[in-house]
């Protein structure tokens, strides 16, 4: 659980997003249930995050918790110029031209090697022909987004939930399950 007094930075944010929108009622629950969520994002993300959000013209209500912790790490993301998958295809296709089989290319984000290596590697890439392309291609950006999705969820994890499943990890689904459904998966009613 987060140190439950907020920042100064943190309050802040709420005034401004509670002046922007008048209509939400911002109360002393609120606050402390925002600051559960908000509390491990670094205060000057968050004011930027906020600066960010209520610059947006599709912004019409208060923002909710999830919405403000997403645009916070969306800035960091942009800002470390994390490819998209089309990006990172392109970035493979101009490393084939520029190194060839041979020589094995240094990619700007290494979830391009790693979904390199889950379509068979430099080499195979290197050595299908034109009409495996189209399926290469559409497989390569699948396994990157799919890894890019997964890195995502894993930064804006929140320490709570995080420390939480880590002590289920490896334990198998049923373990989390809890009771009823394990009986339901062994059969008894």
């Known amino acids: 659980m987060p140190e439950m007094t907020p920042t100064p930075e943190f309050l802040t944010c709420m005034r401004v997003l509670s002046g922007l929108y008048s209509e939400f009622k911002l109360t002393p629950q609120v606050i402390e249930s925002y600051w559960i969520i908000l509390a491990d994002v670094e205060p000057d993300l968050l004011i ?9 013209p599709e912004t019409n209500f208060f923002p909710r918790a999830g919405a403000l912790r997403a645009a916070a790490f969306g800035l960091v993301e942009t800002a470390s110029g994390t490819p998209n998958a089309d990006d990172a295809w392109d970035e493979v296709m101009k490393a084939i031209g520029k190194y060839g089989m041979y020589r094995k290319p240094e990619f700007s984000d290494p979830l391009i090697q790693k979904a390199l290596d889950g379509i068979g590697g430099w080499r195979t890439l290197c050595m299908s022909d034109e009409s495996e392309t189209s399926y290469t291609r559409d497989a390569f950006k699948k396994s990157f987004a799919a890894m890019i999705g997964r890195a995502r969820t894993d930064v804006r994890m929140l320490p709570a939930v995080r420390a939480i499943a880590a002590r289920f990890a490896g334990n198998g689904p049923a373990l989390a399950a809890g009771p009823t459904v394990k009986r339901l998966a062994e059969g008894e009613d």
């Not at 600066?51 to 947006?56: L, R, T, V």
């Open 48 to 56: 930027a995050a906020t600066q960010q959000i209520a610059a947006s």
